[in-house]
């Protein structure tokens, strides 16, 4: 219960930075009315939209996976085969989770890094502001169910038999992570797509 209700203050807190940021945008569109340059259409331009979208399918990918390592957190399955991913156990789930979100999270610094050569750095503008709060909010998210991942697997191998509170803490940890999965899709949808 506690985790349900974390979550929901973390949709409150996401849901000011979208608020923030189509407020602004708003803001854009009416300059853009008036004959000036919408800040969207000249700032948009230079984001890789084809990179973002391979790197948002490693973190939706890692949200199947860890609901295998929960499902078998649930089964009672802690180790199983790694060739068949529909009889992996709590580490296999969790260690490729962990895995796909540490290069959904690389990919994401090379993304910055790419911007910040070509000039767009926290200061450059209200886009590139918001831009880079949001993202970057959102991968301390990235990071931080990352290090709950790892918290899940170091119990796994610290304990001989599974216990029902892994089990719980396999399925809290994968809550956690669909729920920085979906607030991404989001993002990327009205980062990268929005004109």
Do not use: C
């Not at 219960?1 to 940021?21: D, N, P, R, T």
């Not at 926290?122 to 998210?141: C, V």
Request: aromatic share 18%.
């Amino acid at each position: 219960m506690g985790v349900v209700v974390w979550l929901a203050s973390e949709v409150m807190f996401f849901g000011a930075i979208f608020a923030a940021y189509f407020w602004t945008r708003s803001m854009a569109i009416d300059a853009a009315a008036a004959g000036t340059p919408s800040l969207w259409d000249t700032e948009s331009a230079h984001l890789d939209v084809v990179f973002a979208s391979i790197n948002t399918s490693i973190l939706v990918l890692s949200s199947v996976t860890i609901q295998l390592g929960a499902n078998a957190a649930e089964a009672g399955r802690v180790n199983g085969s790694w060739l068949n991913p529909l009889k992996w156990g709590v580490r296999q789930g969790f260690i490729v989770s962990a895995i796909l979100g540490s290069v959904f999270l690389a990919g994401q610094v090379w993304e910055y890094f790419t911007l910040f050569n070509e000039g767009f750095v926290i200061s450059t503008n209200q886009y590139w502001s918001l831009f880079f709060i949001a993202t970057g909010i959102h991968g301390i998210h990235v990071f931080g169910g990352i290090v709950a991942m790892w918290y899940v697997l170091a119990r796994s191998y610290m304990t001989r038999i599974h216990t029902h509170e892994q089990t719980v803490h396999a399925h809290v940890v994968s809550y956690y992570w669909h729920f920085v999965d979906v607030i991404w899709v989001a993002l990327f949808a009205v980062l990268y797509f929005l004109r």
